[in-house]
């Protein structure tokens, strides 16, 4: 067990639909980040927050957002989906600030999202 | 757009063999990490290297850190049937960035 939680752990749903996933770090940890690994693109790189501000970005469509709210967790909302949506959607967190990277990340379970 | 090529993407070996994984890039990383990830679950870390030529061993695995930073291999001594997985490489430029993977099957 991690200690980063997220929520849901499966998610089906149609196309043009909204979904919001939620992420728990681990307690005291003020880093999370957002990762999307789908089977042809491995693991992507979304977004990063730190403390409530972003960090990093990565290759994070329009259609998504995301925020890290004043205790710690974190939602990333994906919006008008379309298939090529369908993916697990991992939530790291550490306790490394800025762009540090010498420390760990810890990953969550991950939410699959499916689009139909 | 990825950064970090791995090779082989596939590997499938029999208990007891060795192997070796590679991880390149043309970028230069202040650090490079490796990962395990097992079906259902997110990636766990296995080792941080940050000088460049470093090797750090685990048990039965050693990691190297290229001189110029931009490379990295991981080794597998007596693969075990525990040892499958995906393994992933990720470099710190000013995000964390992992590579395309390397699925390892180790067979009994």
């Known amino acids: 067990d991690s200690g980063v939680t997220q929520t849901p752990k499966h998610l089906i749903t149609a196309t043009g639909q909204r979904v919001t996933l939620r992420c728990s770090p681990r307690?005291?940890?003020?880093?999370v980040y957002w990762y999307q690994q789908s089977l042809d693109q491995g693991l992507q790189f979304l977004i990063q927050?730190?403390?409530?501000?972003?960090?990093a970005k990565g290759n994070i469509l329009e259609r998504f957002s995301a925020q890290q709210f004043p205790d710690l967790h974190s939602e990333l909302n994906l919006s008008s989906l379309e298939l090529g949506d369908s993916a697990l959607y991992f939530c790291?967190?550490?306790?490394?600030?800025?762009?540090?990277?010498?420390?760990?990340?810890?990953f969550g379970e991950g939410s699959r999202l499916t689009v139909l | 757009t990825q950064l970090l090529e791995q090779s082989p993407q596939f590997l499938s070996i029999q208990e007891g063999e060795n192997l070796t994984v590679y991880c390149n890039s043309s970028?230069?990383?202040?650090?490079l990490q490796w990962y395990r990830q097992e079906p259902g679950e997110g990636p766990v870390l296995l080792v941080t290297?940050?000088?460049?030529?470093e090797v750090k061993k685990l048990k039965r695995l050693t990691f190297q850190f290229g001189d110029a930073r931009k490379d990295s291999s991981l080794h597998i001594t007596a693969a075990q049937p525990g040892d499958t997985g995906l393994y992933l490489c990720a470099g710190d430029t000013d995000k964390l960035i992992f590579g395309t993977g390397t699925r390892l099957q180790v067979f009994p």
């Open positions: 927050y730190y403390n409530g501000e972003e960090r």
């Open positions: 790291a967190s550490s306790a490394i600030s800025g762009t540090d990277f010498t420390g760990e990340l810890f």
């Open positions: 970028s230069v990383f202040s650090s």
């Open positions: 290297v940050v000088t460049g030529g």
């Open positions: 307690s005291g940890d003020l880093s």
